[in-house]
């Protein structure tokens, strides 16, 4: 694994760095969170669509930039620093799965929008409480016509609200024929869906969908290369894949969180002196930024192996370990040597806490990840 950023993904991290100061500062994540709030910043998503960041780790042919997992690892980098709108990544992600699971007509008709910044999306591929339990909560069967009837309810869908899609997947019953995994690409407003908001201290960004005979049509339905259905190990593995690239996430927003109370510490004097002079808060410093570089090197070295193409469940659960921490340490002990100034909304690290909280949580915290690797060491 590389240790150190190439020179092209420094000036890729230094121009991201630059657009979100530009387009994402505090004052908006905030806007953003308000009840009834425009949670899709017009002017930042097309920043980041002239900026190719919708398209950098798609195929060339399918309109993207023709990146790399390394590359978008920078851009989540980046975005996790700022607090970048999660339907940003939720986009991302969507992208992500279709190009792993999708034919190269289903690439071609989502990939190439998608790019263009014209589709937002969202997937629902493993639980939101454990990642790595792929088994679908959604049925369908054929009901003629090539289209097939979808019912169920998928529970803490990140964004899907915002979503022009959302990918799930389904147990396709046909009659005589053993039970398939599918993909099914759904619209959320179609007829037999019911959308309802699940409030979280970081606005209403989850929702509850209820499928009722939902018809979707034979094209929005991911089959597998054979169209016999989908292998669960290659769904489980764009659903961690989600989950290292939050970990990198996770990861810069924790660095992000230690930068300010550093500054804060260094500037704010208490009994005359520097609150940074007294040993308790270098040393609460000096914990947090090991625990944020162990995070770092983590989420890096899960995406890594990722890109090449190895199932990475062990490297994902120690990221997720690592990184859920780091970053809820941070953000606790950024409180603290705040002092009463880390309590009010007035400061913006209420922000980044609440951030910490639902990404550490989605998709299975610590203690979910730290099954997982018992598993994989048991597994051998």
Known sequence: MKLVRTTQERDLAASLRELFATHCPPDLVRALREPGGDRVPEKL????????VLALPFAEDVGGAGGTLDDLAVVYAEAG?????TVV?????LGLAVAALGSAEQQA??????CRGELRGAV???SPYDAADVRPTLRAEPIGGDRVAVSGRLDHVLDADLAHR?????TLASYGEPDRLVGVLLDPRAPGITRTALPTSDADRLQQLDLDHVVVPAADV?????GVGLAADGVRRVALLVRALQCVDMAAGADAVLERTVGHVRGREQFGRAIASFQAAQHLVADVHIAVQAARLAARS????????????RETAVAVLHAATAYRRATLDGHQLHGGMGYVVETDLHLWSERARLLGALGGGPDVAARWLEEEITRG
Not at 222 to 226: N, Q, S
Not at 302 to 313: E, S
Request: charged share 15%.
């Open 89 to 93: 990544l939720s986009t991302l992600h």
């Open 81 to 85: 620093r700022a607090l970048c709108p």
């Open 166 to 170: 959302v990918l799930a997947t389904a």
């Open 109 to 114: 008709r989502v990939l190439a929008p998608l």
């Open 302 to 313: 899960a995406v890594f192996w990722h890109g090449r193409g190895r199932p990475a469940v």
């Open 45 to 52: 998503w097309e920043s980041l669509v002239a900026a190719e």
């Open 124 to 126: 629902a591929l493993g």
């Open 222 to 226: 991911l089959t597998g290369p054979e």
